[in-house]
């Protein structure tokens, strides 16, 4: 019994010395980045919307990512207690922390709660999953999710965070 508690104390030993050396590497040194950062509406910078991607003005990222979220509607509905659910695809065109400009496509879901006439959002949120092999520049393998949360005040703002690994 003596010798199995010497070999675990060991163990834990060797195993604290080698994460206080580094010689496990983190999570993020696997090509996985942890991303967040704000969004908003700005047609006047995200104003070349590529083909299929012009169904809302051009959406601005800050933070880890800079550039525009272009959408693409397939589908939505409301539902009779205010719900709304929307499904499609998006383009982002720009960069991850400042590295090389290049694109990627999500396809997304928004679910969203809204005043009984539609015209006033009380919450909402979207998930987007980044599709396999459409990335390119910078963004070459991508894969990873954007979660969304809408802001709600006197306009709709937006956060996002999620994970981008580029291989």
Same mark, same amino acid.
């Given at each position: 019994?003596?010798?199995?508690?010497?070999?675990?104390?060991?163990?834990?030993?060797?195993?604290?010395?080698?994460?206080?050396?580094?010689?496990?590497?983190?999570?993020s040194?696997?090509?996985?980045?942890? +991303?967040?950062?704000?969004?908003?509406?700005?047609?006047?910078?995200?104003?070349?919307?590529?083909?299929?991607?012009?169904?809302?003005?051009?959406l601005?990222l800050?933070g880890?990512?800079?550039?525009?979220?272009?959408?693409?509607?397939?589908?939505a509905?409301?539902?009779?207690?205010?719900?709304?659910?929307?499904?499609?695809?998006?383009m982002?065109?720009?960069?991850? %922390?400042?590295?090389?400009?290049?694109?990627?496509?999500? %396809?997304?879901?928004?679910?969203?709660k809204?005043?009984?006439?539609?015209?006033?959002?009380?919450?909402?949120?979207?998930?987007?999953? +980044?599709?396999?092999?459409?990335?390119?520049?910078?963004?070459?393998?991508?894969?990873?999710?954007?979660?969304?949360?809408? +802001? +709600?005040?006197?306009?709709?703002?937006?956060?996002?965070?999620?994970?981008?690994?580029?291989?």
């Amino acid at each position: 019994m003596r010798t199995k508690i010497r070999r675990l104390a060991m163990f834990g030993m060797l195993m604290g010395g080698l994460l206080g050396t580094g010689l496990m590497a983190p999570a993020s040194a696997t090509g996985t980045t942890q +991303i967040d950062g704000d969004a908003g509406y700005d047609s006047t910078v995200c104003d070349s919307p590529p083909a299929g991607f012009t169904s809302y003005p051009g959406l601005r990222l800050t933070g880890s990512l800079e550039g525009c979220l272009y959408t693409g509607v397939v589908d939505a509905k409301q539902t009779p207690s205010g719900g709304w659910i929307e499904t499609g695809h998006e383009m982002f065109v720009g960069s991850l %922390n400042g590295g090389a400009p290049g694109t990627f496509t999500t %396809n997304y879901r928004f679910q969203g709660k809204y005043e009984a006439d539609f015209t006033v959002e009380i919450h909402g949120r979207c998930q987007h999953p +980044i599709v396999a092999g459409s990335g390119t520049g910078g963004f070459e393998g991508a894969t990873g999710r954007l979660d969304f949360k809408d +802001i +709600i005040g006197d306009t709709v703002t937006y956060v996002y965070r999620g994970h981008i690994d580029l291989g």
